[in-house]
Protein backbone atom coordinates (compact mmCIF):
# COMPACT_ATOMS: atom_id res chain seq x y z
CA UNK A 1 0.00 0.00 0.00
CA UNK A 2 1.05 3.45 -0.53
CA UNK A 3 0.54 6.04 1.74
CA UNK A 4 -2.78 7.57 2.45
CA UNK A 5 -2.67 10.70 0.99
CA UNK A 6 0.04 10.16 -1.41
CA UNK A 7 -0.04 9.20 -5.29
CA UNK A 8 1.98 6.14 -6.02
CA UNK A 9 5.03 6.60 -8.22
CA UNK A 10 4.33 5.76 -12.54
CA UNK A 11 7.13 5.37 -14.80
CA UNK A 12 5.86 6.92 -18.00
CA UNK A 13 9.42 6.19 -20.03
CA UNK A 14 12.80 7.30 -20.81
CA UNK A 15 14.38 8.86 -23.60
CA UNK A 16 18.33 9.32 -24.82
CA UNK A 17 18.94 12.66 -26.15
CA UNK A 18 22.44 13.30 -28.02
CA UNK A 19 24.40 16.39 -27.14
CA UNK A 20 27.09 18.21 -28.65
CA UNK A 21 29.78 20.25 -26.97
CA UNK A 22 29.35 24.05 -26.79
CA UNK A 23 25.52 23.52 -28.16
CA UNK A 24 22.34 24.18 -26.00
CA UNK A 25 19.53 21.72 -26.42
CA UNK A 26 15.98 23.24 -25.70
CA UNK A 27 13.60 21.23 -24.06
CA UNK A 28 9.73 22.26 -24.00
CA UNK A 29 7.46 22.09 -21.44
CA UNK A 30 6.91 18.27 -20.28
CA UNK A 31 3.32 17.02 -19.18
CA UNK A 32 5.33 14.75 -16.68
CA UNK A 33 8.69 15.18 -14.06
CA UNK A 34 11.81 13.97 -15.45
CA UNK A 35 15.26 12.63 -13.36
CA UNK A 36 18.00 13.17 -15.62
CA UNK A 37 21.85 12.01 -16.05
CA UNK A 38 24.72 12.81 -18.01
CA UNK A 39 27.66 10.42 -17.15
CA UNK A 40 30.74 11.42 -18.48
CA UNK A 41 30.05 15.52 -19.03
CA UNK A 42 29.35 18.31 -16.90
CA UNK A 43 26.17 20.14 -17.96
CA UNK A 44 24.80 23.56 -17.70
CA UNK A 45 21.06 24.13 -17.05
CA UNK A 46 18.26 26.45 -17.07
CA UNK A 47 14.47 26.63 -16.56
CA UNK A 48 12.36 28.61 -18.58
CA UNK A 49 14.45 31.02 -20.18
CA UNK A 50 17.80 30.22 -22.31
CA UNK A 51 19.62 33.47 -20.46
CA UNK A 52 18.18 32.95 -16.79
CA UNK A 53 21.05 31.30 -14.23
CA UNK A 54 22.00 27.99 -14.97
CA UNK A 55 23.54 25.46 -12.54
CA UNK A 56 26.29 23.21 -12.58
CA UNK A 57 25.47 19.52 -12.90
CA UNK A 58 28.82 17.72 -12.54
CA UNK A 59 29.08 14.31 -14.97
CA UNK A 60 27.21 11.48 -13.59
CA UNK A 61 24.79 13.73 -11.33
CA UNK A 62 21.28 12.44 -11.29
CA UNK A 63 19.28 16.18 -11.23
CA UNK A 64 15.50 16.73 -11.57
CA UNK A 65 13.15 18.54 -13.90
CA UNK A 66 10.22 19.56 -13.05
CA UNK A 67 6.86 19.68 -15.03
CA UNK A 68 5.47 21.98 -16.90
CA UNK A 69 8.76 24.16 -17.63
CA UNK A 70 10.87 24.17 -20.53
CA UNK A 71 14.64 23.55 -20.27
CA UNK A 72 17.84 24.59 -21.86
CA UNK A 73 20.82 22.29 -21.74
CA UNK A 74 24.21 22.16 -22.73
CA UNK A 75 27.14 19.98 -22.43
CA UNK A 76 30.57 20.64 -21.43
CA UNK A 77 32.34 18.10 -23.05
CA UNK A 78 34.28 18.74 -26.77
CA UNK A 79 32.91 15.85 -27.95
CA UNK A 80 29.85 14.02 -28.01
CA UNK A 81 27.31 13.52 -24.93
CA UNK A 82 24.46 11.39 -24.17
CA UNK A 83 21.49 12.28 -22.03
CA UNK A 84 19.27 10.27 -19.99
CA UNK A 85 15.58 11.49 -18.86
CA UNK A 86 13.31 9.04 -16.70
CA UNK A 87 9.83 10.78 -17.38
CA UNK A 88 7.36 9.76 -13.73
CA UNK A 89 3.80 11.15 -12.59
CA UNK A 90 3.22 11.40 -9.05
CA UNK A 91 5.82 13.28 -7.25
CA UNK A 92 4.84 14.60 -4.47
CA UNK A 93 5.94 18.71 -4.23
CA UNK A 94 7.87 19.79 -0.89
CA UNK A 95 5.71 21.92 1.01
CA UNK A 96 6.69 25.40 2.69
CA UNK A 97 6.00 26.63 5.81
CA UNK A 98 2.60 27.85 5.21
CA UNK A 99 1.66 24.84 3.67
CA UNK A 100 1.75 26.02 -0.01
CA UNK A 101 3.11 23.21 -2.16
CA UNK A 102 6.20 24.62 -3.73
CA UNK A 103 7.38 23.85 -7.51
CA UNK A 104 11.27 23.36 -7.34
CA UNK A 105 13.86 24.56 -9.31
CA UNK A 106 16.54 22.14 -11.21
CA UNK A 107 17.58 20.05 -7.84
CA UNK A 108 20.48 17.83 -8.29
CA UNK A 109 21.98 14.79 -6.43
CA UNK A 110 23.86 12.13 -6.05
CA UNK A 111 23.10 8.40 -6.61
CA UNK A 112 26.37 6.28 -7.58
CA UNK A 113 24.36 3.56 -8.21
CA UNK A 114 22.91 4.79 -11.46
CA UNK A 115 25.80 4.21 -13.35
CA UNK A 116 24.98 0.75 -13.06
CA UNK A 117 21.56 1.06 -13.98
CA UNK A 118 21.34 3.54 -17.40
CA UNK A 119 21.34 0.80 -19.29
CA UNK A 120 17.89 -0.74 -17.59
CA UNK A 121 16.39 2.18 -18.22
CA UNK A 122 15.40 1.28 -22.16
CA UNK A 123 14.93 4.35 -24.43
CA UNK A 124 11.30 3.24 -24.98
CA UNK A 125 8.08 4.18 -23.26
CA UNK A 126 6.24 2.26 -20.32
CA UNK A 127 3.86 0.17 -23.29
CA UNK A 128 6.58 -1.06 -24.74
CA UNK A 129 7.71 -2.98 -21.86
CA UNK A 130 7.65 -7.02 -20.74
CA UNK A 131 5.69 -6.69 -17.22
CA UNK A 132 9.62 -7.70 -15.61
CA UNK A 133 11.06 -4.45 -16.98
CA UNK A 134 8.46 -2.77 -15.79
CA UNK A 135 8.84 -3.62 -12.21
CA UNK A 136 12.25 -3.52 -12.67
CA UNK A 137 11.69 0.16 -13.93
CA UNK A 138 9.52 1.12 -11.50
CA UNK A 139 11.63 0.26 -8.56
CA UNK A 140 14.66 2.34 -9.56
CA UNK A 141 12.20 4.88 -10.19
CA UNK A 142 11.48 5.02 -6.00
CA UNK A 143 15.05 4.50 -5.02
CA UNK A 144 15.75 7.67 -7.33
CA UNK A 145 12.84 9.62 -5.65
CA UNK A 146 14.12 8.54 -2.44
CA UNK A 147 17.38 10.35 -2.74
CA UNK A 148 15.95 13.60 -4.50
CA UNK A 149 13.36 13.54 -1.56
CA UNK A 150 16.53 13.45 0.55
CA UNK A 151 18.19 16.15 -1.48
CA UNK A 152 15.21 18.43 -1.16
CA UNK A 153 14.76 17.63 2.67
CA UNK A 154 18.96 18.44 3.20
CA UNK A 155 19.94 20.84 0.11
CA UNK A 156 22.74 21.86 -1.09
CA UNK A 157 24.61 23.85 1.31
CA UNK A 158 26.09 27.00 0.76
CA UNK A 159 29.51 25.40 -0.44
CA UNK A 160 27.52 23.83 -3.86
CA UNK A 161 25.75 27.12 -4.23
CA UNK A 162 28.98 28.98 -4.47
CA UNK A 163 30.99 25.97 -6.77
CA UNK A 164 28.40 26.41 -8.84
CA UNK A 165 28.30 30.41 -8.91
CA UNK A 166 32.23 30.47 -9.55
CA UNK A 167 31.52 28.17 -12.51
CA UNK A 168 29.41 30.61 -14.15
CA UNK A 169 31.61 33.31 -13.21
CA UNK A 170 34.59 31.82 -15.19
CA UNK A 171 32.14 30.71 -18.52
CA UNK A 172 31.01 34.16 -18.48
CA UNK A 173 34.70 35.89 -18.18
CA UNK A 174 35.44 33.68 -21.09
CA UNK A 175 32.45 34.21 -23.41
CA UNK A 176 32.65 37.73 -22.35
CA UNK A 177 35.86 39.09 -21.93
CA UNK A 178 35.33 41.72 -24.06
CA UNK A 179 32.55 43.22 -22.29
CA UNK A 180 32.20 45.43 -19.02
CA UNK A 181 33.14 43.17 -15.91
CA UNK A 182 33.03 44.79 -12.43
CA UNK A 183 34.65 42.12 -10.30
CA UNK A 184 33.59 43.74 -7.11
CA UNK A 185 29.67 43.23 -8.59
CA UNK A 186 30.70 39.87 -9.17
CA UNK A 187 32.27 38.80 -6.07
CA UNK A 188 29.01 40.60 -4.56
CA UNK A 189 26.82 38.35 -6.62
CA UNK A 190 28.06 35.16 -5.11
CA UNK A 191 26.83 35.56 -1.65
CA UNK A 192 29.37 35.09 0.38
CA UNK A 193 32.43 37.36 1.48
CA UNK A 194 34.63 39.31 -1.20
CA UNK A 195 37.80 37.40 0.23
CA UNK A 196 36.47 33.82 0.16
CA UNK A 197 34.79 34.29 -3.30
CA UNK A 198 38.26 35.26 -4.86
CA UNK A 199 39.87 32.82 -2.88
CA UNK A 200 37.87 29.93 -4.36
CA UNK A 201 38.16 31.69 -7.31
CA UNK A 202 41.67 31.19 -7.30
CA UNK A 203 41.41 27.81 -6.18
CA UNK A 204 39.58 27.07 -9.23
CA UNK A 205 41.79 28.68 -11.99
CA UNK A 206 44.98 29.58 -10.48
CA UNK A 207 44.30 32.89 -11.29
CA UNK A 208 42.46 36.09 -9.13
CA UNK A 209 38.79 36.96 -11.24
CA UNK A 210 40.94 40.25 -12.47
CA UNK A 211 44.33 38.30 -13.60
CA UNK A 212 42.06 35.62 -15.17
CA UNK A 213 40.19 38.42 -16.97
CA UNK A 214 42.82 39.81 -18.31
CA UNK A 215 44.81 37.18 -19.42
CA UNK A 216 42.11 35.87 -21.44
CA UNK A 217 41.45 39.83 -23.02
CA UNK A 218 45.61 39.78 -23.65
CA UNK A 219 45.94 36.37 -25.36
CA UNK A 220 42.71 37.24 -27.28
CA UNK A 221 44.64 40.38 -28.49
CA UNK A 222 47.71 38.69 -29.60
CA UNK A 223 45.97 36.76 -32.59
CA UNK A 224 44.52 40.43 -33.71
CA UNK A 225 47.35 42.39 -33.65
CA UNK A 226 49.44 39.75 -35.46
CA UNK A 227 46.92 40.13 -38.49
CA UNK A 228 48.25 43.46 -40.57
CA UNK A 229 44.62 44.59 -41.20
CA UNK A 230 44.15 45.23 -37.32
CA UNK A 231 45.32 48.46 -35.64
CA UNK A 232 46.07 48.74 -31.96
CA UNK A 233 42.80 50.70 -31.33
CA UNK A 234 40.85 47.67 -33.35
CA UNK A 235 42.54 45.39 -31.04
CA UNK A 236 41.92 47.17 -27.96
CA UNK A 237 38.36 47.61 -28.88
CA UNK A 238 37.76 44.55 -29.76
CA UNK A 239 39.01 42.97 -26.33
CA UNK A 240 36.94 45.14 -24.16
CA UNK A 241 39.71 47.83 -23.55
CA UNK A 242 37.93 51.36 -24.99
CA UNK A 243 41.03 53.42 -24.03
CA UNK A 244 44.06 52.06 -26.15
CA UNK A 245 46.55 54.23 -24.37
CA UNK A 246 45.93 52.07 -21.13
CA UNK A 247 45.15 49.00 -23.34
CA UNK A 248 48.87 50.12 -24.80
CA UNK A 249 50.42 50.11 -21.02
CA UNK A 250 48.34 47.48 -19.65
CA UNK A 251 50.19 45.11 -22.65
CA UNK A 252 53.56 46.03 -22.37
CA UNK A 253 53.70 45.97 -18.55
CA UNK A 254 52.45 42.30 -19.38
CA UNK A 255 53.88 41.14 -22.38
CA UNK A 256 57.19 42.77 -22.16
CA UNK A 257 56.93 44.86 -25.38
CA UNK A 258 54.53 47.60 -26.89
CA UNK A 259 51.84 46.52 -29.14
CA UNK A 260 53.08 47.88 -32.03
CA UNK A 261 56.72 45.85 -31.07
CA UNK A 262 54.29 42.64 -31.10
CA UNK A 263 52.71 43.18 -34.20
CA UNK A 264 55.97 44.04 -35.89
CA UNK A 265 57.08 40.41 -34.92
CA UNK A 266 54.08 38.59 -34.62
CA UNK A 267 53.14 39.56 -38.21
CA UNK A 268 55.31 37.22 -40.02
CA UNK A 269 54.18 34.47 -42.53
CA UNK A 270 55.10 31.23 -41.15
CA UNK A 271 54.81 27.53 -42.24
CA UNK A 272 54.64 25.01 -39.89
CA UNK A 273 55.46 21.56 -41.53
CA UNK A 274 54.69 19.85 -38.61
CA UNK A 275 51.65 19.53 -36.57
CA UNK A 276 53.39 19.72 -33.31
CA UNK A 277 54.22 23.22 -33.87
CA UNK A 278 50.92 24.45 -34.05
CA UNK A 279 50.13 24.63 -30.63
CA UNK A 280 53.51 26.17 -29.49
CA UNK A 281 53.23 29.13 -32.10
CA UNK A 282 49.45 29.54 -30.72
CA UNK A 283 49.87 30.24 -27.31
CA UNK A 284 52.75 33.40 -29.30
CA UNK A 285 49.54 34.36 -31.20
CA UNK A 286 50.77 33.28 -34.60
CA UNK A 287 48.72 31.34 -36.94
CA UNK A 288 50.89 29.30 -39.44
CA UNK A 289 49.93 30.33 -43.32
CA UNK A 290 50.28 26.61 -43.98
CA UNK A 291 49.85 23.69 -41.48
CA UNK A 292 50.65 20.82 -42.96
CA UNK A 293 49.07 16.77 -41.45
CA UNK A 294 51.41 14.80 -39.64
CA UNK A 295 53.72 12.83 -41.79
CA UNK A 296 52.92 14.46 -45.03
CA UNK A 297 56.71 13.72 -45.99
CA UNK A 298 55.81 10.03 -46.67
CA UNK A 299 52.79 10.11 -48.34
CA UNK A 300 54.37 9.92 -51.81
CA UNK A 301 51.22 10.64 -53.96
CA UNK A 302 50.42 14.03 -53.02
CA UNK A 303 54.02 15.69 -51.92
CA UNK A 304 54.26 17.55 -55.13
CA UNK A 305 51.01 18.75 -53.58
CA UNK A 306 51.87 19.98 -50.39
CA UNK A 307 54.96 21.76 -51.83
CA UNK A 308 52.88 23.75 -54.52
CA UNK A 309 50.93 24.64 -50.93
CA UNK A 310 53.87 25.54 -49.49
CA UNK A 311 55.05 27.64 -52.03
CA UNK A 312 51.89 29.50 -53.17
CA UNK A 313 51.80 30.61 -49.70
CA UNK A 314 55.09 32.08 -49.90
CA UNK A 315 56.28 32.16 -46.34
CA UNK A 316 58.49 34.42 -44.62
CA UNK A 317 59.96 31.04 -43.05
CA UNK A 318 59.30 27.72 -42.31
CA UNK A 319 59.62 24.92 -39.30
CA UNK A 320 59.92 21.44 -39.67
CA UNK A 321 61.00 19.06 -37.89
CA UNK A 322 63.32 16.24 -39.50
CA UNK A 323 62.77 15.20 -42.82
CA UNK A 324 64.97 13.20 -45.88
CA UNK A 325 67.88 15.41 -47.32
CA UNK A 326 66.32 15.61 -50.44
CA UNK A 327 63.51 17.06 -49.29
CA UNK A 328 65.33 19.63 -46.89
CA UNK A 329 67.19 20.96 -49.79
CA UNK A 330 63.69 21.54 -51.88
CA UNK A 331 62.27 23.11 -49.17
CA UNK A 332 65.30 25.73 -49.21
CA UNK A 333 64.54 26.91 -52.15
CA UNK A 334 61.45 27.91 -50.69
CA UNK A 335 62.16 29.92 -47.75
CA UNK A 336 64.23 29.88 -44.53
CA UNK A 337 63.86 26.78 -43.12
CA UNK A 338 64.44 25.74 -39.32
CA UNK A 339 64.86 22.16 -38.75
CA UNK A 340 63.95 21.46 -34.88
CA UNK A 341 64.49 17.50 -33.48
CA UNK A 342 61.50 18.33 -31.23
CA UNK A 343 61.60 14.93 -29.92
CA UNK A 344 64.96 15.30 -28.37
CA UNK A 345 63.67 18.27 -26.12
CA UNK A 346 60.68 19.15 -23.74
CA UNK A 347 58.16 21.34 -25.12
CA UNK A 348 59.19 23.78 -22.83
CA UNK A 349 62.00 24.29 -24.33
CA UNK A 350 60.79 24.05 -28.03
CA UNK A 351 58.75 27.23 -27.33
CA UNK A 352 61.72 28.99 -26.13
CA UNK A 353 63.69 28.28 -28.58
CA UNK A 354 60.69 29.35 -31.27
CA UNK A 355 60.13 32.81 -29.18
CA UNK A 356 63.85 33.43 -29.26
CA UNK A 357 63.28 32.82 -33.06
CA UNK A 358 60.58 34.98 -33.42
CA UNK A 359 62.04 37.64 -30.88
CA UNK A 360 59.10 36.98 -28.70
CA UNK A 361 60.88 35.78 -25.75
CA UNK A 362 59.14 37.99 -23.28
CA UNK A 363 55.65 36.81 -24.65
CA UNK A 364 56.64 33.05 -23.95
CA UNK A 365 58.37 33.74 -20.78
CA UNK A 366 54.82 35.58 -19.71
CA UNK A 367 53.21 32.77 -20.91
CA UNK A 368 55.37 29.95 -19.08
CA UNK A 369 54.54 32.26 -15.70
CA UNK A 370 50.86 32.18 -16.08
CA UNK A 371 51.13 27.69 -16.92
CA UNK A 372 53.25 27.47 -14.31
CA UNK A 373 50.72 29.30 -11.54
CA UNK A 374 48.11 26.74 -13.33
CA UNK A 375 50.38 23.83 -12.27
CA UNK A 376 50.79 24.94 -9.16
CA UNK A 377 46.98 24.93 -8.78
CA UNK A 378 46.37 21.73 -10.58
CA UNK A 379 49.14 19.91 -8.34
CA UNK A 380 47.59 21.04 -4.75
CA UNK A 381 44.16 19.62 -6.29
CA UNK A 382 45.85 16.20 -6.89
CA UNK A 383 47.61 16.08 -3.80
CA UNK A 384 44.42 17.01 -1.62
CA UNK A 385 42.01 14.54 -4.30
CA UNK A 386 44.23 11.96 -4.99
CA UNK A 387 46.80 11.83 -1.97
CA UNK A 388 49.01 8.96 -2.91
CA UNK A 389 46.99 6.70 -4.82
CA UNK A 390 48.58 5.78 -8.34
CA UNK A 391 47.37 6.10 -11.34
CA UNK A 392 47.96 4.81 -14.46
CA UNK A 393 47.96 6.76 -17.56
CA UNK A 394 46.16 5.48 -20.65
CA UNK A 395 45.87 7.28 -23.86
CA UNK A 396 42.42 6.14 -25.75
CA UNK A 397 42.11 6.03 -29.23
CA UNK A 398 39.82 4.31 -31.47
CA UNK A 399 40.70 0.63 -31.71
CA UNK A 400 44.10 1.17 -29.49
CA UNK A 401 44.44 2.06 -25.95
CA UNK A 402 48.73 3.71 -25.11
CA UNK A 403 49.98 3.02 -22.19
CA UNK A 404 52.20 6.09 -20.83
CA UNK A 405 54.98 4.94 -18.82
CA UNK A 406 57.62 6.68 -16.89
CA UNK A 407 60.76 6.06 -18.90
CA UNK A 408 59.46 8.28 -22.02
CA UNK A 409 59.10 12.04 -22.12
CA UNK A 410 55.56 13.30 -23.06
CA UNK A 411 52.80 12.59 -20.07
CA UNK A 412 55.88 12.05 -17.44
CA UNK A 413 57.24 15.73 -17.16
CA UNK A 414 53.42 17.11 -16.86
CA UNK A 415 51.24 14.33 -14.83
CA UNK A 416 54.24 12.14 -13.33
CA UNK A 417 56.81 15.00 -12.54
CA UNK A 418 55.21 18.16 -12.20
CA UNK A 419 51.33 17.82 -11.02
CA UNK A 420 52.81 14.74 -8.97
CA UNK A 421 50.47 12.12 -10.41
CA UNK A 422 51.88 8.99 -8.19
CA UNK A 423 52.80 6.21 -10.60
CA UNK A 424 51.94 2.51 -10.15
CA UNK A 425 54.72 0.40 -10.64
CA UNK A 426 53.74 -1.27 -14.43
CA UNK A 427 54.57 2.44 -15.57
CA UNK A 428 58.01 2.48 -14.16
CA UNK A 429 59.74 -0.01 -17.11
CA UNK A 430 57.56 1.33 -19.38
CA UNK A 431 58.25 3.87 -22.01
CA UNK A 432 54.81 3.69 -24.04
CA UNK A 433 53.36 0.34 -24.49
CA UNK A 434 50.12 -0.18 -26.89
CA UNK A 435 47.60 -2.64 -26.81
CA UNK A 436 44.16 -3.31 -28.66
CA UNK A 437 42.24 -4.72 -25.81
CA UNK A 438 41.95 -3.33 -22.36
CA UNK A 439 42.31 -6.87 -21.08
CA UNK A 440 45.64 -6.19 -21.50
CA UNK A 441 45.38 -3.11 -19.92
CA UNK A 442 44.22 -4.23 -16.97
CA UNK A 443 46.34 -7.28 -17.27
CA UNK A 444 49.25 -4.84 -16.21
CA UNK A 445 48.67 -5.04 -12.53
CA UNK A 446 47.56 -1.43 -12.09
CA UNK A 447 44.65 -0.97 -9.29
CA UNK A 448 43.47 2.70 -10.50
CA UNK A 449 43.25 4.60 -14.39
CA UNK A 450 43.53 8.00 -15.57
CA UNK A 451 41.85 7.35 -19.20
CA UNK A 452 42.99 10.30 -21.96
CA UNK A 453 40.20 9.77 -23.98
CA UNK A 454 41.97 11.05 -27.47
CA UNK A 455 38.74 10.84 -29.54
CA UNK A 456 35.18 11.84 -29.92
CA UNK A 457 34.05 8.66 -27.42
CA UNK A 458 30.25 8.19 -27.03
CA UNK A 459 29.08 8.26 -23.28
CA UNK A 460 27.98 4.79 -23.70
CA UNK A 461 32.02 3.70 -24.72
CA UNK A 462 33.19 5.54 -21.86
CA UNK A 463 31.02 3.38 -19.52
CA UNK A 464 31.35 0.31 -21.01
CA UNK A 465 35.39 0.82 -20.52
CA UNK A 466 34.68 1.97 -16.95
CA UNK A 467 32.46 -1.50 -15.88
CA UNK A 468 35.44 -3.51 -17.30
CA UNK A 469 38.40 -1.88 -15.03
CA UNK A 470 35.95 -1.74 -12.25
CA UNK A 471 34.89 -5.60 -12.97
CA UNK A 472 38.21 -6.73 -12.85
CA UNK A 473 39.66 -8.26 -9.61
CA UNK A 474 43.18 -7.26 -8.55
CA UNK A 475 42.19 -4.11 -5.74
CA UNK A 476 43.35 -4.90 -2.39
CA UNK A 477 42.20 -1.55 -1.16
CA UNK A 478 38.78 -1.25 -2.39
CA UNK A 479 36.99 -0.17 -5.72
CA UNK A 480 38.95 0.19 -8.59
CA UNK A 481 38.88 4.03 -9.63
CA UNK A 482 38.50 5.46 -12.75
CA UNK A 483 39.31 9.31 -14.04
CA UNK A 484 38.13 10.72 -17.11
CA UNK A 485 39.75 13.76 -19.11
CA UNK A 486 37.91 13.41 -22.59
CA UNK A 487 40.77 15.61 -24.78
CA UNK A 488 38.40 14.60 -27.64
CA UNK A 489 41.54 14.57 -30.11
CA UNK A 490 44.99 12.70 -30.05
CA UNK A 491 47.36 14.34 -27.41
CA UNK A 492 50.13 16.56 -29.29
CA UNK A 493 53.16 17.55 -27.40
CA UNK A 494 52.85 21.25 -27.30
CA UNK A 495 51.97 24.39 -25.07
CA UNK A 496 48.55 24.77 -25.98
CA UNK A 497 48.01 20.96 -25.42
CA UNK A 498 49.43 20.77 -22.20
CA UNK A 499 47.84 23.73 -20.76
CA UNK A 500 44.05 22.57 -22.08
CA UNK A 501 45.21 19.50 -20.21
CA UNK A 502 45.98 20.99 -16.87
CA UNK A 503 42.52 23.06 -17.31
CA UNK A 504 40.60 19.97 -17.90
CA UNK A 505 42.44 17.80 -14.95
CA UNK A 506 41.49 20.48 -12.46
CA UNK A 507 38.30 21.35 -13.58
CA UNK A 508 37.71 17.39 -13.08
CA UNK A 509 39.15 17.43 -9.83
CA UNK A 510 37.43 20.61 -8.70
CA UNK A 511 33.72 19.37 -10.07
CA UNK A 512 34.55 15.76 -8.00
CA UNK A 513 35.51 17.68 -5.18
CA UNK A 514 32.10 20.19 -4.98
CA UNK A 515 30.04 16.84 -5.22
CA UNK A 516 31.45 15.13 -2.31
Not at 91 to 109: C, D, M, N, P, W
Not at 149 to 176: F, K, V
Not at 258 to 284: E, M, N
Amino acid sequence: MHRVGFAPLQYQGSAELPLAGGEQLLLPAHACDRFGVCLYSDLQASLDDLHSRAIRIPAGELFHLPAGRPVAIASNASGRATLLLVAFSGLVRQRESSGKRTSAGIVSFRFPQMKNWVSEFAAASAEELDLPDYYLAQARLYALASAYANARRSPAGEESALNDYLEQTRQRIRDNYDAALDMEELARNSGVGSSRFYKMFRKMTGLSPLKYLITRRLNASLRLLSDPNVSVTEAAHSVGYPDEYYFSRLFKKQMGLTPTDYASRAQVSVAALSPIFRGDLAVLGIVPCVALPRDWDLDKENRDGYLREIREAKPDRMLTGPLPDDLIAELRLIAPLTVYAWHEHSWKKRLADFSQLLELESVAQRWLADFDRKTDNARQHVEERLQKTPFLIVGVREGNFRVYGKLRRKFTDLLYDELHFQSPPAADEIGFLDQSAIADVIGLGADHVLFLIEFAASDAYCASLERQWKDASGSAGGERRCLFIRLGEPFVYNAEMHERLVDQIVDYLFASESAK
